[in-house]
């Protein structure tokens, strides 16, 4: 399958490692990867504060880099931004768009998926061949609960880890309290729902907490680094390409 990629904002910016590894494990799979370079933000951040008529370039471009016939299906580490092509982008079309963007947008939204969507509901595989001897829980992230609905894939592709010892995560559906913006026009509040998260991932004696979403890693890790709790928090493609011979710490040395 010829997949193309989407990196994400944060992807970009702060969290490349997520993006190169969701590329090692379906490049492992067989697949072909395409990334289109003119790729840009898809608007979330501007739709999720209320600003709906300003990211129609951006929803306009996403579809025409990632709108080509030849991409059989679209990519992105990112439950947020996979939620936001699927819905937000359609919202944006029909309000504010012309005909052509319309089209476009339904034609990449039908081809569009998160991660563990499509390694298990499009590529059918949920052992990847992955090896992590590692104490993990999950933290399911709000959009990909919600929105996406991924429901258990991603605990199917984390069960098939070899090596791994998968804890559940205390009332692992809460919210972290990141939100985007949110955590910061509403700190006292995204603060409160942190402490609650990061008291139920302490509890589990993890030394992994994952997660299909790096912003909502980036706040919970943050929470984590602040108590010297000793847990580290990884993406949950990071996990995935991690092998026997290739295990996660030469994985990310190698991606330097």
């Known amino acids: 399958m010829r997949i193309g990629l989407f990196a994400t904002c944060l992807g970009d910016t702060l969290f490349p490692d997520a993006v190169k590894a969701t590329a090692i494990v379906l490049s492992r ?54 939620g936001s092509v699927r819905h937000q982008h359609e919202i944006i079309a029909e309000r504010y768009g012309d005909r ?93 729902m942190l402490q609650d998260k990061i008291t139920h991932v302490t509890a589990t004696g993890a030394a992994v907490c994952t997660a299909g979403d790096s912003s909502c890693l980036m706040h919970i890790g943050g929470g984590l680094s602040r108590i010297k709790s000793g847990t580290r928090t990884l993406h949950l493609a990071q996990i995935l390409a991690a092998t026997r011979t290739t295990p996660y710490d030469a994985l990310t040395e190698a991606a330097r």
Do not use: W
């Open 29 to 82: 799979l067989g697949h072909e990867l395409v990334f289109p370079p003119e790729q840009t933000c898809c608007g979330q951040m501007h739709v999720n504060t209320g600003y709906q008529r300003e990211p129609v370039p951006l929803v306009r471009n996403f579809a025409e880099q990632f709108g080509d016939s030849a991409i059989d299906a679209v990519v992105m580490p990112s439950g947020s931004c996979a």
């Open 100 to 192: 052509a963007l319309r089209s476009g947008v339904a034609r990449v939204k039908a081809k569009t998926y998160e991660l563990s969507e499509l390694l298990v509901d499009v590529l059918g595989t949920v052992d990847v061949g992955a090896y992590f001897p590692h104490r993990v829980t999950y933290h399911p992230t709000c959009h990909s609960l919600r929105m996406l609905h991924v429901g258990e894939k991603p605990l199917q592709l984390l069960r098939a880890v070899e090596g791994i010892d998968l804890v559940e995560l205390p009332e692992a559906d809460a919210c972290c309290g990141f939100g985007g913006t949110f955590a910061v026009k509403n700190a006292d509040t995204s603060t409160a």
